[in-house]
């Protein structure tokens, strides 16, 4: 239990990282709808879902489940980008490339506690910062709407059919967050692909 307070309070900035990443590479190709908004911030206060980012995460917290939340999607018009079709598949694997870069920072941290300092405080920091990032990577890059690693599917989508399909992407979040869930009583998949690639995470720290 107390290991999954400290994912939260990991979990939290990554996304906000995460989500900001997102706004930030859109501006850069031209998109300055997050900029405007006030989204290519920081403070966490601009970026929190009262539901998502804090009641979801603390209940499954609660109740001994794997943390699991969202920040405010950071607003991207993908019809302001220079490139729609290509840009956009950068501005949405900017977040769990930013999550893949935190874990690991988190993993070096690891690798210098056990190979140069022996430092048990240090291997834990390293192992709280780099774990929850790897899974929120791997779990973003699921092909699925609205996760980022959708995108894939995006490529395939007809122009003309593009505006109905962002419809039912920003519809979707409740269907994957009742899969999560129904995952996490039932079949166990996800926690089994986490399991997995946390353990070759670690294998790597040592």
Excluded at 6 to 32: M, R, T
Excluded at 149 to 172: D, K, T
Aim: with cysteine; hydrophobic share 50%.
């Amino acid at each position: 239990m107390q290991s999954n307070w400290w994912y939260l309070v990991v979990i939290i900035p990554s996304i906000v990282l995460h989500e900001v990443s997102h706004g930030y590479v859109a501006w850069k190709f031209g998109d300055p709808t997050a900029k405007n908004a006030g989204r290519l911030t920081l403070n966490p206060l601009s970026h929190i879902d009262p539901f998502g980012t804090v009641l979801l995460p603390l209940l499954l917290v609660a109740l001994g489940l794997p943390p699991f939340g969202w920040a405010k999607p950071v607003p991207v018009n993908v019809s302001r980008l220079r490139n729609p079709r290509t840009q956009n598949v950068y501005v949405s694997l900017a977040g769990p490339l930013v999550n893949i870069v935190l874990s690991l920072i988190g993993l070096g941290m690891c690798r210098y506690a056990v190979h140069v300092n022996q430092s048990n405080t240090l291997l834990l920091a390293g192992a709280y910062i780099g774990l929850p990032n790897l899974t929120l990577a791997i779990f973003n890059l699921i092909p699925i709407p609205p996760l980022d690693g959708s995108v894939v599917i995006e490529r395939f989508v007809p122009a003309n059919r593009m505006a109905s399909y962002y419809q039912l992407r920003n519809r979707a979040l409740p269907l994957v967050m009742a899969l999560v869930i129904l995952d996490n009583f039932t079949f166990h998949r996800l926690g089994a692909l986490f399991g997995m690639l946390q353990t070759w995470w670690m294998s790597l720290a040592f």
